[in-house]
């Protein structure tokens, strides 16, 4: 019966990809979903939306597997530097059915227009909502990312939010104990993001981007002793989003005397 | 008349030849020498010394004029600095093919190898080995070698007639360490060098036939041992002293006959190497002094290349992205069935590469940021790279302009050590660029100049997406970079 179920399952993947080769008036989904190929005949007309293909009933993921709630103490970053403590937003709705679109023009205007009030200098409380226009409210949440990289993926997907053709929004503060010199703001991101200090561009990575640690990196900063804001914003069309942030010194090595908070009333 | 025009444009053509030619690829000035010792570093000249007294001085490592002094005329001398004096050893003798072998090795010091320094002055020559009429050995063609693991110095001496043998001297007198026998390494070379390295003692010798000109097959071969009196063996395990050797460099299609090899360190990972070419076909014939990066692979020493002009990809070694113009990425707008979905029984059909003209107009007019990026031969990531004779240049090398092909953009370091495409070009020093082979083979790219800065700092990868100006570690892949021309 297993074998029976197998050839069955190979002739409908062979059919496929006949059918594929011989009609190719309609270019193949851009992006890894979760799931196979897209059924004949239903040429996308926009990004799929990952809570709308699954049976939820499936999903053996939950978002403590790759987020825990913010603590009463203040973070550190973990043993490479990598900042796992973050505000996230809600993704915003912006439809792009390919990440080849991201050119430096294109996100340098996608993340300048006005989205909710505030959007550069909002120091948001956990569960803080942000009102996008008459229907849409979205929410903030704080949490500590279990891995370096902070899978917005999985934390759009798991409160149930649209995954693809989105922007996502994360706010950090860090308290650094003494003067860093020469210090660069080290990014990777999937996909194109952009990253301010102190409200002032530090780096931007265009491009239809993949999950590289080290990917991009600002100029030399200084960060003097104090709070500094870091504040991010990534875009993605169709695949996996998420991002990973640290800073590091002029030989490249993770800078970690410093603390990372959330809680931006306190300093 | 017809011919005497096609004289005349033929001569055009070799005169621009010889510029493009030699500007690229040999030392300027009158690099004219034959059997050059190590190159050493003086008081922030170039000193190397030729058979027969005298030598070349050169102010940057690429112009050179004669002018260095050394009496005992002679064959073949060496030189290394010691402490803060330098030792000069030299055959006094000359060899001779069909001829005596009677030879005399001398060394002596001086402090500075500047003949218009007070600190100038040549110690007596002492004797520190010889050869007699019938002995299998002849004793020219000296090098020197201070072992960093010992302190003890060496010499080697020898020609084709018979042994290489190597002795020691006394670092601080320069004289022969008492009681010390000559032993032979290796037989019939001539220039015989040693270096060390890694773990790993080498003994360089020249074969081949030297002083024919366009004619001689002079070159240069290594074997290694972990002794500094041998054996020296070959990468096939054969003794130097039954005439095994690895080459190291050979002649080329318009350079005959390489000779004499001296090894300079630049810095740790950079290394360069000196020799003679026996004819320049571009320089009348004439032997003339060479200076090519000195690579390494598996322990074994090889002669790299200099770097020629070109429209190159700039790769960097930690990823494999290509420097780039930091703008909008302009789509090559294709039907996509022309991709893995074309039906198979479609013409085939030659796309046309895109153009500057096609994407220009959108950079923007003034300074562009840099970035390293998915390479694709677009014209943002294709850039020429052009000598800059008037600029002077570095030991074995001149500097260089690098600018996106078609364009004046032009490749800058900044006073904040970053890296940043200029709309033109103006000549200034942070806009010339020093590219030089590193043992490894591929390239540091220096800036001859950062505003405002006194650190030596190259171009480096500080993520993959991000160059920057940094220091130089040889290390590290940051620092790397290969130039494809595809």
Redesign the interface.
């Known amino acids: 019966m297993r074998k029976a179920k197998t050839i069955l399952a190979s002739l409908l993947a062979l059919s496929l990809a006949g059918s594929a080769l011989a009609q190719p008036a309609t270019p193949p989904f851009g992006g890894q979903g979760p799931q196979g190929p897209r059924p004949q005949g239903q040429a996308p007309q926009g990004p799929r939306q990952w809570n709308q293909d699954v049976d939820r009933s499936q999903n053996d993921l939950t978002l403590d597997m790759y987020f825990i709630p913010v603590g009463a103490q203040d973070s550190r970053p973990d043993s490479e530097g990598f900042i796992r403590r973050w505000s996230l937003l809600d993704p915003i709705d912006k439809p792009n059915r390919t990440n080849t679109v991201f050119t430096d023009s294109y996100i340098r205007e996608a993340f300048a227009a006005e989205y909710f009030p505030g959007q550069m200098t909002l120091l948001p409380k956990d569960g803080q909502k942000v009102k996008l226009d008459k229907k849409t409210t979205l929410q903030w949440h704080n949490f500590d990312s279990r891995l370096y990289n902070v899978k917005l993926f999985r934390f759009a997907s798991e409160l149930d939010h649209q995954v693809y053709g989105v922007i996502f929004w994360a706010v950090t503060a860090i308290d650094v104990e003494e003067d860093l010199v020469d210090v660069r703001l080290s990014v990777g991101s999937n996909s194109a993001s952009m990253w301010w200090i102190d409200g002032q561009e530090a780096v931007i990575l265009s491009g239809d981007r993949r999950m590289v640690a080290d990917d991009c990196a600002s100029k030399r900063l200084t960060l003097t002793k104090g709070r500094h804001i870091i504040r991010g914003a990534v875009i993605n069309g169709p695949g996996m989003s998420d991002f990973c942030v640290r800073i590091v010194d002029e030989c490249g090595k993770p800078v970690r005397n410093y603390s990372v908070s959330t809680n931006y009333a306190t300093k | 008349m017809k011919n005497n025009r096609y004289t005349l444009l033929l001569g055009a053509a070799a005169f621009l030849f010889l510029l493009v030619g030699t500007s690229a690829l040999a030392q300027e000035g009158k690099p004219w020498i034959h059997d050059p010792s190590t190159i050493v570093k003086c008081d922030g000249k170039y000193y190397t010394f030729g058979t027969g007294g005298g030598g070349l001085i050169s102010p940057d490592g690429w112009n050179w004029e004669s002018g260095a002094v050394r009496p005992g005329g002679g064959a073949a001398p060496d030189a290394m600095k010691i402490g803060d004096r330098h030792l000069v050893v030299y055959g006094s003798t000359g060899g001779g093919l069909g001829g005596g072998h009677r030879g005399i090795i001398n060394t002596m010091w001086t402090k500075s190898l500047d003949p218009n320094s007070p600190d100038f002055g040549f110690s007596d020559p002492v004797v520190v080995a010889e050869s007699k009429f019938d002995e299998d050995c002849d004793a020219i063609d000296p090098s020197l070698l201070l072992d960093p693991n010992t302190g003890r110095l060496w010499c080697s001496y020898g020609t084709y007639f018979g042994f290489i043998r190597i002795v020691e001297l006394d670092p601080k007198t320069g004289a022969r360490v008492e009681g010390n026998e000559a032993k032979d390494i290796a037989i019939d070379c001539e220039a015989s060098s040693l270096i060390y390295r890694n773990g790993w003692y080498y003994l360089l010798g020249t074969h081949g036939t030297c002083c024919d000109g366009v004619n001689s097959t002079y070159n240069i071969i290594v074997g290694r041992s972990r002794n500094p009196q041998g054996p020296y063996v070959d990468n096939l395990g054969r003794d130097m002293i039954k005439g095994g050797g690895r080459m190291v460099i050979a002649s080329t299609s318009r350079l005959s006959g390489a000779g004499h090899f001296g090894r300079y360190i630049e810095t740790e990972g950079v290394e360069k190497m000196s020799c003679h070419f026996e004819a320049d076909f571009d320089r009348s014939g004439r032997s003339v002094l060479a200076i090519r990066p000195l690579l390494w692979k598996n322990d074994w020493p090889y002669a790299g290349e200099l770097f020629k002009e070109g429209v190159y990809e700039i790769e960097s070694e930690r990823r494999g992205y290509g420097l780039e113009l930091?703008?909008?990425?302009t789509?090559i707008e294709r039907p996509?069935?022309g991709g893995?979905?074309?039906?198979p029984d479609e013409p085939i059909e030659v796309l046309p590469l895109q153009t500057l003209d096609e994407v220009k107009d959108k950079w923007p007019a003034g300074e562009v940021e840099i970035?390293i990026?998915?390479y694709l031969g677009r014209p943002h990531q294709r850039w020429s790279i052009k000598a800059v004779p008037e600029a002077g240049g570095y030991l074995g090398g001149q500097y260089y302009k690098i600018q996106i092909e078609g364009t004046e953009r032009t490749l800058a370091a900044t006073a904040?050590?970053?890296v940043i495409a200029l709309p033109t070009y103006t000549g200034e020093a942070c806009q010339l660029w020093r590219i030089e082979q590193i043992v490894d083979g591929t390239y540091r790219i220096m800036p001859k100049e950062v505003p405002g800065c006194s650190e030596e700092l190259v171009l480096v990868s500080?993520?993959?997406?991000?160059p920057?100006l940094?220091k130089f570690d040889p290390d590290s892949d940051?620092c790397k970079w290969n130039f494809r021309n595809h």
């Open positions: 930091a703008v909008d990425f789509r996509r069935r893995w979905w074309a039906n970035r990026g998915d904040d050590r970053e500080v993520a993959d997406s991000t920057s940094g940051n």
